[in-house]
């Protein structure tokens, strides 16, 4: 499905500039007259509004999980995800002759394929709401993977188009997320991460129809049957476990961000004349496939993006703005100078209403032009400062500071960029902002590497100051220009 927006106001947005003639001069003094260099400023007015998102790209590491009522809206959002589990090169269970295990009279065997138990864990790092609410979820076996070979976005259901495993494995666990607060102490000193577990005991029967004791001897005789069914995570989620499908059950009140997966199967074996009780461990890393199916009321949405008097970004799937930046208004009697700087600053608005679980504030946003809302996503592209862009919420609890706005230092790349296009596009002056999670690498240098950009999908929300057609317009674009004479 191409058509991931709703437009949210009935007329675009146009965008007027106002010249302040007062700024004129700003920076002749800042060279020699020697160096026959002019420096002149304006600042012209940008218009914005805002867009509901019917979805977005689901790529990420992070799956999300419950069902929480946004108190800006009253309505709910449900988040369920999948997730895949990789195996590494080289795996290998013990030589079977080597297994033991037990038989109805309890008396020692060795050398039968039977796994002790199987669990699937879930770690999350963070949750919204509250911990103490009861939830329930299932997880359902997958029939067959979702294969990296096309792209999901956060409205498809693997139980609506098919992937889920008619009559397989289903488990059903009720749990809370108040381990997140009893273990938060343990956590921060030992890297403690607390986890949902769902046992998966009782007998188990495949897509052959061959039935087994349980899920863990399934995985284990797989192996015994066909090493090379473990060669890969490719080989492994094809021949062995397509995956798992999580999904909320019952419950309102909180949302676990789940950082990893994992599939456990335990068994015992004989090593150097002494027993050992194992696990086989199958991580979801980010080489296998995670994705999150976010449910969202876009009636509400849509009721939020049409106020005049502020514009949103809200995740997950929620409202992105969009500005409309006044280049031929920026460039006119300046076609042969050089833009040498370009600011704009986006003051944000404090919220409307109160509540004990406001979601919280995008940390990062992200400006790319409007045409490239999809495939920047989907060619995991990284900003580059010219045509893409980055910005923070301006506060800083460590130093104290509160600017409470975003800031894009420099965007002259992107208005020369639009200048010089071929201007085919109705969207060939505007920009989108889209909240997002940036990930780094440390280098041994101590240098930091953007290495993915994705979809910002947990629960924030604000509000930013709107753009009119005005001379006033409280979005103000503030540019230098210079000329060698």
Request: charged share 20%; with cysteine.
């Amino acid at each position: 499905m191409k058509s991931k927006f709703f437009v949210a106001l009935s007329l675009a947005a146009i965008t007027l500039a106002s010249c302040d003639t007062t700024t004129d001069t700003i920076g002749s003094s800042l060279t020699n007259d020697r160096d026959g260099m002019q420096i002149s400023a304006q600042t012209f007015s940008v218009a914005s509004r805002s867009l509901v998102a019917d979805s977005v790209l689901s790529r990420n590491i992070t799956g999300y999980l419950g069902k929480v009522r946004d108190p800006e809206t009253g309505a709910y959002i449900t988040g369920d995800f999948m997730a895949q589990f990789n195996n590494l090169e080289g795996f290998s269970f013990p030589e079977k002759a080597n297994l033991v295990t037990t038989d109805a009279n309890g008396n020692e065997v060795k050398g039968v394929v039977k796994a002790d138990s199987c669990e699937l864990r879930l770690f999350y790092t963070n949750l919204y709401g509250d911990s103490t609410q009861l939830m329930k979820l299932t997880a359902y076996e997958m029939g067959k993977p979702m294969n990296e070979n096309r792209i999901y976005y956060s409205n498809f259901d693997p139980a609506d188009n098919g992937y889920i495993r008619e009559g397989g494995l289903h488990k059903d666990k009720v749990y809370s997320l108040i381990d997140y607060n009893v273990n938060q102490s343990r956590r921060d000193s030992t890297g403690y991460t607390p986890y949902i577990t769902i046992k998966l005991k009782g007998p188990y029967t495949d897509k052959d129809g061959k039935t087994y004791d349980s899920y863990g001897t399934y995985i284990m005789q797989k192996y015994y049957d066909n090493p090379a069914n473990f060669k890969n995570a490719f080989a492994f989620r094809n021949n062995v476990v397509p995956g798992f499908f999580f999904k909320h059950k019952n419950g309102v009140g909180n949302m676990a961000y789940i950082t990893q997966s994992q599939l456990d199967v335990y068994f015992s074996h004989v090593a150097d004349d002494s027993l050992y009780h194992s696990a086989a461990v199958f991580w979801g890393t980010e080489e296998v496939l995670q994705t999150s199916t976010i449910t969202n009321d876009k009636q509400s949405m849509e009721k939020l993006a049409n106020d005049e008097s502020c514009t949103y970004l809200k995740t997950p799937a929620g409202i992105f703005t969009e500005l409309t930046l006044p280049v031929e208004k920026i460039m006119s009697g300046h076609e042969n100078d050089t833009i040498t700087s370009a600011k704009l600053v986006l003051q944000r608005l404090n919220n409307k209403t109160t509540s004990d679980y406001m979601f919280g504030v995008p940390s990062e946003i992200l400006m790319i032009p409007t045409d490239s809302l999809y495939s920047f996503f989907e060619h995991n592209n990284i900003y580059n400062n010219k045509n893409s862009f980055v910005a923070s919420w301006a506060y800083n609890a460590a130093q104290g500071s509160f600017n409470n706005s975003y800031t894009f230092s420099n965007i002259a790349g992107m208005i020369s960029s639009m200048y010089n296009s071929d201007r085919t596009s109705a969207n060939w002056n505007k920009v989108v902002l889209v909240p997002v999670e940036i990930k780094t690498t440390t280098t041994s240098a101590g240098t930091k590497t953007v290495v993915k950009v994705t979809n910002n999908m947990a629960l924030t929300s604000t509000r930013l100051v709107k753009g009119t057609e005005a001379d006033n317009s409280p979005i103000k674009l503030s540019v230098i220009y210079s000329r060698f004479e």
